[in-house]
Every structure is written in structure tokens, then in C-alpha cells.
């Protein structure tokens, strides 16, 4: 379990997560105690659920905002007045929301003083943490075998973005006149015949081998002998995966794909997510009304055209469907230049549009889709039949992003921003391919968490 939790949050994440949990957890305990106390003057057992019921609601609203807030986004980091700042922020609102759903029943200083209470508790463990964290060394120490152009790539992507998380020891490869040279940041500290002094000198952790040097470079004898010294030895595909949360296509043979673990689709997990989606489409629905009414009027009064603009897009297997959105565009908007992919500042989007496109409200019609059962809420975001083709043709192993439902949301769109191109769209199945292969409930629910930031920040919009 601590594994597949790995593979999508550090080592700081989990920590800082639970730390700021059980802060939450002991100052709501104390507080609803005492406004049991306060405020009720009998220990009638109505009174201390109220007390739960309180507690519960508190942490949700805060958890909920500091996500909100990007306060989990360990990669960011924040100088000391963003983050104070921003915790504020986040327990201002939550005093706010607590004395909204409790109005009748608590006074809103009650509310506050709770609220700051938590708030300085988690500043306080929050940057003595960040001051401890920045004294010590918790980074996984990592070496590659190989030298090949693939291994200096996925080397790159670390150093660009999981340097919290691995440190790159250096290089094994077979070239003498490597030895010493640094060929990105690293440097190649030997050849393979030192593999055993190396990893012992250097307290490896994770052997990393290049698949397509994966014969010439190091017996599997050699290999077997690092793995029983406790050194997790994987190949380059599989760590990328583990690291990276997506699946590199570059030099990506069959044979990895048809043995690696997961894509497994059991009816249990069918089951599950066409439960989730009827309940949640139906209560979005419901919930999105007001708002839907108002852009409905917007809509359609700013511009000639429906109100509704239906689209066909590629589903499940393949199959098409039309997707509803709130019109965006003009009415007219492909009549001269066909399908074509929507560019910062189109010219082709109204006023209405460039609101409801950068609040994602635009989207909400799509809930119609889930109902219907030709869309899930989280899943690759459904493309258009020219642009499937096209990119069937040119990106190996695009049609397999095919054989789940598409998403309102969806692993990608929450890792990597609106793509206009075929190379966004080759990063973009990285990700796609990656959720297919790991399709949960768990993925799915971070999946909607991270969602949820993306769309108060209007990051990715177009």
C-alpha cells in the first residue's frame, strides 16, 4: 500500500498530509468539546453528535481548502509571506463556510477562533518542518546504467522535477573515455565492472537500467547480485512510470506493455465508477442550476447560435458520440477552416465564452454525457473523429487511449495543460496511457482533488 501511494505523492507529502490531519483532527476534537460544553448545558446525546458532526465538517472544509489553495503542492516553493498568506486565506473561508452550515447553532466567532487556531498550528509545524527538511537529505539515491540518449532524457525530467524526491548518483556505461564527464548534470562515475564498488561507495538505493542497452551493458548475473543486497533493480520504462506518473513512449517495445502490471478493468471497478457517476452527475446537475440558468441567458443574448453546442467525439471502443457544451464559440466558427484546435486569444471564442471557458462552466453540460453513459467523470477527454485519426497515424499506441470512457476530467488534464499540437498530444497520452493502466477508485478521487485547484486558478484554460 505505501508502495502505490509512493507512486503519486513523496515521502514529504504523505508526512506533511498526515501532520496537518492530525492537527485538524485534535483541534476539532477540543473544540466541539468545549462548544458542547458552552453552548449545551445537558450532555444529552444529541448534543456530543453535533459536536462529530461539527469535527467532521471542519476538517473536510479545511482539507478542502488547502487544496484549493495549492498548499499540497510540496514542488512549490512558497516564500514565507505567500504561505502565511495563503493559510490565512484558506482558514478565513473555512470560518466562514463552518458559521454558514451552522448558523442557527454557533456564533461566528466561535467559527474564527477555531479556524486561526488551526491555521497557526499548521504554520507553525509548517515551517519548522520546511527549516528541518532543508538541514537533511530524504531524497532517494539513484543510479543509471547506461548512457544512452533515452536514460540523459528521463535524467533531465528529474532534475527539472523530482529533485525533492531522487537523487541521481551518476552513470554506469561501457565508453572508458566517459568516465568522469559529467554528459548532463551527473557524471558517468565508471563502467559497469564497477557496479558492485560503486553502489556500495555511493549507498545506492535504485538501479536504473536502459532497456535498449539493457544486454550489453551488465550481466543478469550482476544484476541479481544488486537485488539481493536490497538495491530495487528496475528498468527505465518502469521507473519513469513510478517517477513521473506517466508512461514514456519513447522506445516503448510491446513485449513491456503486454507484461507490465495493471490495466485491469474488473466489474468491480465498472460497478463502482457507474455508481459515482450517476450520483455525482445527477447532484452536479442539481447544484449547478443557478448557474447554469445565467449562462444560458448570457449565451444567449451575447451571440446568434444555440445555447447548447453538441460536437461529436470519439468514445469507448470507438464509438462517436456528441458531446454537450455551453457554446463558446461563434456559431459560425469552423465554417471556413474545418476542425481545427482552439489557440490562446481565439479569435473565434465570444465574451461569454472567454468567462465561461476560463471558469469551466462550459463543461457543465457534459454531466448530461455522463447520465447518458458516454462519458465518465474522470477519463481522457473524449477527441474529435478527424483528430483520432490523424493522430492514429502518427503517435504508436494512440487508439488505446480508446478503451476506457472519456472524462470530464481526467489524468492528463490535470497534469499537463490544454494541448494544441501532436506533440501535446503525444505528452498528453503519456498520461493517458498511464491512468489506464493504473484505473482505481484512489486515482480517480486524486484525480478530481487535483482538479479542483486547476479550476479556481483558471490554470490551462483556453
Not at 71 to 81: A, P, V
Not at 108 to 119: E, G, K, R, T
Not at 155 to 173: A, M, P, S, T
Amino acid at each position: 500500500m505505501f508502495t502505490y501511494l509512493e507512486k503519486h505523492f513523496s515521502r514529504v507529502w504523505l508526512l506533511v498530509f498526515s501532520v496537518d490531519f492530525l492537527i485538524l483532527l485534535i483541534t476539532a476534537a477540543i473544540a466541539s468539546k468545549i462548544i458542547v460544553d458552552v453552548h449545551f448545558s445537558d450532555s444529552n446525546i444529541q448534543y456530543i453528535y453535533f459536536g462529530y458532526l461539527f469535527s467532521i465538517v471542519f476538517i473536510l472544509l479545511s482539507e478542502l481548502m488547502l487544496f484549493v489553495n495549492e498548499l499540497y503542492n510540496i514542488e512549490k516553493k512558497y516564500k514565507i509571506k505567500l504561505l502565511i498568506f495563503k493559510c490565512i486565506l484558506s482558514f478565513t473561508i473555512v470560518s466562514i463556510g463552518s458559521y454558514l452550515l451552522f448558523v442557527r447553532t454557533l456564533p461566528y466567532f466561535d467559527c474564527f477562533i477555531l479556524s486561526m487556531s488551526a491555521c497557526i498550528s499548521i504554520l507553525c509545524w509548517r515551517l519548522l518542518f520546511y527549516w528541518i527538511i532543508s538541514k537533511i537529505n530524504i531524497q532517494h539515491k539513484i543510479l543509471f546504467l547506461g548512457t544512452d540518449e533515452l536514460s540523459k532524457k528521463v535524467v533531465r525530467e528529474i532534475l527539472d522535477n523530482d529533485h525533492h524526491k531522487f537523487k541521481v548518483v551518476g552513470f554506469l556505461g561501457t565508453d572508458p573515455a566517459l568516465v568522469g564527464k559529467s554528459i548532463v548534470n551527473p557524471k558517468v562515475l565508471g563502467l559497469v565492472e564497477d557496479l558492485d564498488s560503486i553502489t556500495q561507495k555511493e549507498k545506492v538505493e535504485k538501479l536504473i537500467v536502459s532497456y535498449s542497452q539493457a544486454n550489453q551493458i551488465c550481466s543478469a548475473k550482476d544484476l541479481i547480485r544488486c537485488k539481493f543486497r536490497g538495491i530495487e533493480v528496475l528498468d527505465l520504462h518502469t521507473f519513469y512510470e513510478y517517477s513521473r506518473s506517466k508512461i514514456l513512449l519513447d522506445d516503448l517495445q510491446p513485449n513491456w506493455l503486454l507484461f507490465a502490471h495493471g490495466f485491469k478493468k474488473t466489474g468491480l471497478i465498472k460497478f463502482t465508477k457507474r455508481i459515482v457517476d450517476i450520483l455525482a452527475s445527477s447532484l452536479g446537475l442539481l447544484l449547478s442550476s443557478p448557474i447554469s440558468i445565467i449562462t444560458a441567458l448570457l449565451i444567449k443574448y451575447g451571440s446568434k447560435g444555440p445555447i447548447i453546442y453538441k460536437q461529436e467525439r470519439v468514445g469507448e471502443n470507438g464509438h462517436v458520440f456528441n458531446l454537450f457544451k455551453f457554446r463558446s464559440m461563434r456559431d459560425d466558427a469552423e465554417k471556413h477552416s474545418g476542425p481545427v484546435w482552439a489557440g490562446e486569444n481565439d479569435v473565434r471564442i465570444t465574451w461569454v465564452g472567454k468567462i465561461i471557458r476560463k471558469l469551466r462552466i462550459d463543461e457543465i453540460p457534459q454531466m448530461i454525457n455522463v447520465l447518458k453513459g458516454d462519458m465518465s467523470f474522470v477519463g481522457p477527454r473524449p477527441e474529435r473523429p478527424h483528430f483520432v485519426e490523424m493522430l492514429k497515424q502518427q503517435i504508436p499506441y494512440y487508439e488505446q487511449r480508446l478503451s476506457v470512457k472519456p472524462g470530464i476530467t481526467g489524468w492528463a488534464a490535470v497534469n499537463f495543460n490544454y494541448g494544441a499540437t501532436v506533440e501535446d498530444a503525444i505528452e498528453k497520452l503519456q498520461y493517458d496511457l498511464y491512468y489506464i493502466k493504473n484505473i482505481s477508485v484512489f486515482l480517480d478521487i486524486l484525480t478530481i482533488l487535483k482538479t479542483i485547484p486547476i479550476i479556481f486558478s483558471q490554470r490551462g484554460a483556453r
